[in-house]
Nanobody
């Protein structure tokens, strides 16, 4: 069974950077798209960035040019490099992976961007 564990969240000032990591319990070669979602207080969860099995990169418009999604097949990890952070990037960031048609989620890591 796939388990996903996020790390790297924290408190940062606007304009700063953070790198989120997501560790998978199985080889990510066996997974479909790997995706970062976020949920701000009082708002619905939204897709932030995704990397498909054929290496296509997908970003929500609000983070294009600031965030970069990547993966490491050796370490079985997914990353999200977040630069030029804004207060509106605040939220809990979740890692999502698909295995045999089932969605798996991590428990999330909190990112707080102060103005």
């Amino acid at each position: 069974q796939l388990q996903l564990v996020e790390s790297g969240g924290g408190l940062v000032q606007a304009g700063g950077s953070l790198r989120l990591s997501c560790t998978a319990s199985i080889s990510i070669f066996s997974l479909g798209p790997l995706t970062w979602y976020r949920q701000a207080p009082g708002k619905q969860r939204e897709l932030v960035a995704s990397i498909t099995s054929d290496s296509r990169l997908i970003y929500v418009d609000s983070v294009k040019g600031r965030f970069t999604v990547s993966r490491d097949y050796v370490k079985n990890m997914l990353y999200l490099q977040m630069d030029s952070l804004k207060p509106e990037d605040t939220g809990t960031y979740y890692c999502n992976g698909q295995h045999w048609g089932t969605d798996y989620w991590g428990k999330g890591t909190l990112v707080t961007v102060s103005s």
